[in-house]
């Protein structure tokens, strides 16, 4: 294990996966907006486990905090995982596109397309020398055309393709496109937000299924954690 960069850990599935990250004796850097989230965030990653656990509070989509981030997984040394989780949902609950307000959904774009390209731009040369791995979380509203969700989806369809021309430019870094599919977070009741979602996995429910992607180094491509715990159950 060396050092990983994951993006809005101080809740959800950010959270999750930078604890499991940590048991599994990863040093990490994590963000967030909110510096008391992540404060919160960072002391209950160190609790479990022994590496260096670096916070960092800050936006992803400025310039500044981006180079931050990877100059801290670089100095922390052996870097070779770039985790794009931080995410904007936009309006809630969410307009029709005909009425998606264009300056929210240049925001939008900013944070769930444009950020991450730019983490990954910084984190090239270190990810190649290492033989690392990017994954950028999406979300199947990438892919379905569902009513409500085309400022979120256009852009992590955009993260996608970005995700699908990556893998095959970059022979020497292994790219996943990740869908954890619906879960019990902040950001998917925000998105629902006159109704119960307690039926959701919550997101540690989630997080062994890219746990097993990292760990049994499976080829770049867009992966499903349900399919993939099926396929754990099953064997």
Do not use: C
């Not at 995982?81 to 307000?101: E, F, H, K, T």
Request: net charge negative; aromatic share 6%.
């Amino acid at each position: 294990m060396s050092t990983a960069i994951v993006t809005g850990a101080s809740r959800g599935f950010g959270l999750a996966l930078a604890i499991e990250l940590a048991r599994a004796g990863w040093d990490l850097v994590i963000d967030a907006r909110d510096e008391s989230d992540l404060e919160s965030a960072s002391a209950a990653v160190d609790d479990a486990g022994s590496g260096d656990i670096i916070a960092i509070a800050g936006d992803v989509t400025d310039p500044r905090h981006a180079a931050l981030l990877v100059d801290a997984a670089i100095e922390a040394g052996g870097f070779s995982l770039l985790v794009n989780n931080a995410s904007l949902l936009g309006p809630s609950p969410q307009p029709r596109i005909g009425d998606y307000p264009l300056d929210v959904l240049q925001a939008v774009f900013a944070t769930n397309l444009l950020a991450p390209l730019r983490l990954i731009q910084l984190s090239l040369p270190y990810l190649r020398a290492s033989g690392g791995t990017v994954v950028n979380i999406t979300s199947d509203a990438a892919v379905e055309g569902y009513e409500g969700w085309g400022g979120y989806g256009s852009s992590k369809a955009g993260l996608e393709q970005l995700s699908n021309v990556l893998a095959a430019e970059e022979q020497d870094v292994t790219v996943y496109w990740f869908d954890p599919g619906d879960m019990n977070t902040r950001m998917h009741q925000e998105a629902f937000p006159d109704v119960d979602i307690s039926d959701r996995p919550l997101p540690e429910a989630r997080v062994p299924a890219l746990i097993r992607l990292l760990e049994e180094r499976y080829p770049s491509g867009r992966y499903q954690a349900a399919d993939l715990l099926a396929k754990e159950t099953s064997t």
